[in-house]
């Protein structure tokens, strides 16, 4: 197979598929209304969505400082402003994700969060529905039916994976003779926890992440990696963070799909313990960042990669 030609598994862009009810709230940024994608690149932010859906309703009782533990609170407002000026596809979720983690594979599920699952206790605590937060809180009071785990599929998972691959078949259609580039936009908390790879360590400003060298080009972790430091933010590759399973699944170089993710640093721009904005901090970062993103596309369009 050719590098450039891009694998969107199956999936065929057509008008009617991209208009399915369904995908509407997963589409934050839709193509340009005339003419093509600007560029072959794409953006995804599963974590930011912060609603609960019906089939979730252990996580209304939470107080809302564990509810927003792990949620990338704030990236998607973070970005919004240079996404939208570059006009880039930008497919996201209203969905929080301890009911259904986007960044996960449909069966990382076990016992403890699914009746009758394969994998036993322990295996999937914070798979594709969150158990235990990564502070150690206690989430599900018992596991879900099949029946729930299959409506929170439908409602939260198909849709938005679906609307990546018509994204991804449409812009490689559009850029027939070039790679396909996503940028998978996160956050993390400054500190690592018990549950993380890095406890008590203090942690850089961005982790970008390509599953050890595996999910995409090295060209683009250069280019991200200096567009960072271009604004002044610290960068460290694939610690502690290697990249979740969108980098695993749609990262396939050698079928000219590229996929990075990029972790920021939450205490830049928000409290930490209210998940409150900081915000002076909040306006500044945004703006780097939109620098950062505009760097990283001018790279692209210039074909440095």
């Not at 992440?209 to 250069?222: A, K, W």
């Amino acid at each position: 197979m050719s590098k450039h030609h891009v694998n969107t598994f199956g999936v065929q862009f057509s008008e009617s598929a991209w208009r399915d009810p369904q995908l509407k709230d997963f589409i934050l940024q839709d193509f340009p209304p005339t003419g093509r994608a600007q560029l072959p690149l794409l953006i995804t932010t599963p974590h930011s969505g912060e609603r609960v859906p019906p089939e979730a309703p252990w996580l209304n009782s939470l107080d809302e400082k564990i509810l927003m533990y792990d949620v990338d609170r704030y990236v998607d407002q973070l970005y919004a402003p240079s996404i939208r000026q570059l006009k880039i596809p930008w497919i996201s979720t209203p969905w929080h994700r301890y009911a259904c983690d986007l960044n996960r594979w449909a069966d990382d599920v076990d016992v403890d969060s699914v009746k009758g699952a394969q994998a036993p206790s322990g295996r999937f605590p914070r798979g594709l529905l969150w158990s235990i937060t990564t502070e150690g809180h206690r989430l599900m009071p018992q596991p879900v039916d099949s029946q729930t785990y299959e409506a929170l599929l439908q409602r939260c998972f198909h849709p938005f994976h679906q609307a990546l691959r018509l994204a991804a078949s449409r812009t490689a259609a559009e850029f027939p003779n070039q790679p396909l580039y996503q940028l998978d936009l996160h956050s993390m908390p400054s500190l690592g926890t018990k549950e993380h790879r890095d406890p008590g360590e203090r942690r850089a400003d961005l982790v970008i992440s390509d599953q050890d060298g595996r999910s995409c080009r090295p060209e683009l972790m250069d280019l991200v990696e200096a567009a960072g430091h271009s604004v002044g933010l610290s960068v460290r590759r694939n610690w502690p963070y290697k990249g979740g399973r969108i980098t695993e699944t749609y990262g396939r170089p050698s079928e000219g799909w590229h996929c990075l993710q990029i972790e920021l640093n939450r205490a830049l721009y928000m409290d930490e313990f209210t998940k409150a904005k900081i915000p002076q901090r909040f306006e500044e970062i945004s703006a780097r960042l939109g620098r950062m993103l505009h760097q990283i596309a001018d790279g692209i369009a210039q074909g440095k990669l």
